[in-house]
Structure formats: C-alpha cells, structure tokens
C-alpha cells in the first residue's frame, strides 16, 4: 500500500529526508508542510561550511552523518550543475581550536595542525594556537533548497505552507516526519532543545579566498559574497538585527581581516540553531485521535545542520524503511 506521509518543516533537514525517503521507499506520497521556506531557513542564513561545530555530544553518530555527508557533496559537486546547486570546495583555517576534536574531522581532505610558517603568512600577528587547516564544502542552502524542492516536485511532492499546532493535525497521515528546527520544541516539549542565536553579516570582498574560524568569529567567502559573523547565545529567540552584536562582530572581523573594511556590506540576519545534547533521529509511537500514528523526527543539529545534513537523512529512512518491513502487508 503507498505510504502517506507527512513531513513538517521545509529546511534543510525536511527537504533532505523528503528527498531521500522518495529514493528510498517507492510509490510513497510525501506531503510537506512549513511555515517558512528559502530564502527564510536557518540553513538561508548560515555560511553553508562543512564543518562540525556547535554540535551535540553524540560523536560516533556525528562521524557517521559527516562522513556522509562530505560523500554526497563531492558527488555533487562533481556535477556540471555544481555552481546552481550552491556547492562549492574551500580551504581555511581553524584559530585557536583547542576544543575541536581531530577525530570529528578524519574524513576531511587535508585536516592537519597548520605549520608556523602557514600561521604567518595566513594569519598575520595572530598567536593564537592551535591552527588546523582542512578543504571541506560549502553548501548554499539559497541554491541548495530550491534544488532539492525542485526534485521533490518532480517526484510528485506536495508543498503546504501551513503552521502545524500540534501532531493531533496531522492524524489523518500514517507517518509524521518532525524535522521543524527550533519548531520541534513547541510540537514535541522537548527541554533538551534550545535555540543557540546566530547573527551574521554577508559583504562583497571576492579577495578573501579562505575560511578562518577564530572563537565565536568567522569570515567565511562563499559563491557570490562573504559571510562574516557571528554570535553564539544560548537561549535567545530575538530574530532583530541587534546593532551592539553587528557592532562586536565588525571590529573583531576588521581587526582579524583589515582589508574587511573595504567591503560593501550587502544585509544582515539572525538565525536560531536549533541545539541539543544529542541529534534525535528516532521514531515513536503516539495515539492521535484515537489512532496509533508513527512520527519520525529528525532535528537538533545545531551549528551544523549543513554539515550533517545528508547522515541524518539516510538514517532517517533507514529507520523507517525497517520499520515499514515490520507492518503487517496489507
Ligand atoms: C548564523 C548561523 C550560521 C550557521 N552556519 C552553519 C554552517 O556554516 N554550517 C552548518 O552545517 N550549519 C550552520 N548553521 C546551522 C544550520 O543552519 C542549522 O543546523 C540548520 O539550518 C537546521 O535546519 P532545520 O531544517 O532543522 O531547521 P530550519 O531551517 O529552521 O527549518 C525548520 C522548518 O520547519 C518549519 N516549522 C517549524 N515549526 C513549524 C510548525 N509548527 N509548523 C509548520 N512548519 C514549521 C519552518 O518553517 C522551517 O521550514 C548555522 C546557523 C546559523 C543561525
């Protein structure tokens, strides 16, 4: 029988698992429901960088979701599309990274302590140490979603732009996806959830040609701008523009990469990473007007929902796919 499901959320996390579940369970119908889409997603307003920050505690199942992720992306990016896509290669520079964990970072191309002579001519009077380097992605979530929602129309998916109150709206469907970001606090009550505020700012400077991440700050070039930022406050939903942070942000930046202060500034944005203690991919069974429905959630991924993406979509599938095999066959 074909499987009618529902997902809730249209960023990165929802429109991958939709992407990988119509691969993955034919004749299913996915049903995806938002409130908001690109260009106003978190992932919209991230850097878009492959790599593992701001994350949970759950590191063997991070290595698993990086690892990947890194493999679709170069698969991608291997494509003659890449540059629509939204996926691009860079190198840069981890300042100052004594809480990065090398082990997180394994299948990176070229992840290693960078040497002093590296140190000074990329880095200028910084003293900072240690210094790692890597070549790692970036994936434009403004090109990358409107890619993904393209290929699950074509796959016969719906989009409904509709605000879910609760799963009780959703119990005419088997299957309820919960991917809604920060969202899932709401819907599911769950106290490990918790937004970690991201401000940032994108300017044109196409010299700057590497990343650097330095403490809470990053300067990080992408296809058509540069983003530089940010912010790390936890508990915080204000999503204005807050000029003492856009104040904090430029001068540590500027006084990081001086020839910053030549760049025109193009807009700012706020995001909330939607952080948790762990990543929750599970399923559960819950009663929903008085029928037994299966919800699968997906959300929590923090500063690198980008970076983990693709993992925790193919995890996601798999955990429904063993789970359908176990229904009676109709
Ligand atoms: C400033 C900043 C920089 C970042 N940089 C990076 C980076 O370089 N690399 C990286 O890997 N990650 C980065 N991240 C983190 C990354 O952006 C997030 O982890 C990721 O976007 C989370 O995706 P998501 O789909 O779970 O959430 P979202 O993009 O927030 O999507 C949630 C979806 O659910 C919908 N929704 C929520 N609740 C409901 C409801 N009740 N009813 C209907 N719809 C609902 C929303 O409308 C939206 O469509 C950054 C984040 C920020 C803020």
New binding site residues.
Partial sequence: MPQNIAI????????STACKIQEDIPGCQVTI?????SP???????????????CGDDEEDQAIYVQQTLRHLRVLYNRQDAFEIGISKMSGFIIGGDTIKPNAFKEFPNFRTASEAECHCFLRDSKERPVYTLTTW??E?TRYLPWLTKNIELKGGKFIK????SFEDLSDFGIIIN??????K??TSDKELYP?????CAVEAPWIKHFYLFGKN?I?PRLTDV?V???NQYDNYNLEVDKEDSDKIWIKCCEFEPSLRYSKIKSQ??????KRTSIRVELEQQKLSNRTVTILH????????????WGCAIKASQLLQQHLNFLPKL
């Fill in positions: 809730i959320g249209a960023g990165i996390i929802g429109l429901f938002y409130d908001e889409c106003n997603t978190t992932g919209d307003i991230s850097a878009g960088l492959v790599c593992p920050y701001l970036i994936c979530c509709k605000h879910i109150s991917c809604a970001g920060i969202g899932a709401f819907l970690v505020r991201g401000q940032v990053y990080i983003l930022g940010g912010t944005h706020v995001g909330l990473r939607p997906n959300y929590g991924h923090g500063g690198a929902g980008v970076t983990m993406h």
